[in-house]
Structure formats: C-alpha cells, structure tokens
C-alpha cells in the first residue's frame, strides 16, 4: 500500500465520533481529496455528529490539509458543531498556532485519544441518543 493510501478509521466514544489518520503519514495534495470525501461522506450521514480528528499518525500536513480541515468545519458550522483535533505533534500545532487556526478548532493536548474523547464528551454532556427520556413527575409522561 503507497505511503499516501489514506484512510479514515471511525470509532465511537460516547457522543464522540473519533475519525483516526491511517495508513499515511503525510496529509497534503496527494492524499487530501480522498480526506474530504471520506470525512465528508461520514459527516454527512451522521447528523449530530461530534468530530474528533485524531493526527497521531501524520507528520507533516500541507496548507491543502489545512484547507480541507476548514471545509469539514464549514460543513459543521451550521449545525452548531466544531471540528475538533487531537494527535497533532509539535510541528503541525506550531502551524495551527502560528496561523490562529487554533481559534477555529479545538485542539486537545491529552497524550492519548482516549483522553480527548474523555474532554470532548465531558464539553458536549451526556449522550442524548442513548439517554433514557426524562419523566415529568405527576403526568405519567
């Protein structure tokens, strides 16, 4: 499999979808339109999705990286929702810090992404899809 075979790993965390980096290390032009579609096909089919983006396997991103990133929180923005990241080593937070990007998305230090899962759910409250309905005491409802 070449270097830049991009793939997107789903997983569920409570309310946190987390979308995990595999099988490349470099997320830039060769690779990006295959990012978006996977990120935006996902998105799209989960509504009330919570993204985490996990970069723990990519060591360097483009500006078409960055690019593709604003467009998935774009899709997100109107639902009320924010991309957010986790994974990103040193290099890459410099840029979203240099560039204030680090404004626009939320981005988890935590040393592992069941950590960030853990803050990202902690920020969004309990998972409403798998809560059970509230009873108003007195009505039988």
């Given at each position: 499999m070449s270097e830049n075979a991009l793939n997107l790993d789903f997983?569920?965390?409570?309310?946190?979808?987390?979308?995990?980096?595999?099988?490349?290390?470099?997320?830039d032009a060769t690779n990006v339109v295959s990012f978006r579609a996977m990120a935006l096909d996902h998105v799209q089919a989960h509504e009330e999705i919570n993204l985490l983006i996990n970069f723990e396997h990519i060591q360097y991103m483009s500006s078409a990286g960055l690019t593709e990133l604003l467009r998935i929180n774009e899709v997100l923005k109107p639902r009320n929702r924010v991309v957010h990241l986790c994974g990103?080593?040193?290099?890459?937070?410099?840029?979203?810090?240099?560039?204030?990007?680090?404004?626009?998305?939320?981005?988890?230090?935590?040393?592992?992404?069941?950590?960030?899962?853990?803050?990202?759910?902690?920020?969004?409250?309990?998972?409403?899809?798998?809560?059970?309905?509230a009873v108003q005491p007195g009505t039988g409802n």
């Open positions: 997983e569920s965390k409570g309310s946190v979808t987390v979308a995990t980096i595999v099988n490349a290390k470099l997320l990103l080593n040193k290099d890459i937070y410099n840029v979203f810090r240099i560039t204030n990007l680090d404004s626009i998305f939320v981005i988890h230090e935590s040393d592992s992404t069941e950590d960030a899962a853990a803050e990202f759910n902690a920020s969004v409250g309990p998972d409403v899809s798998s809560a059970p309905e």
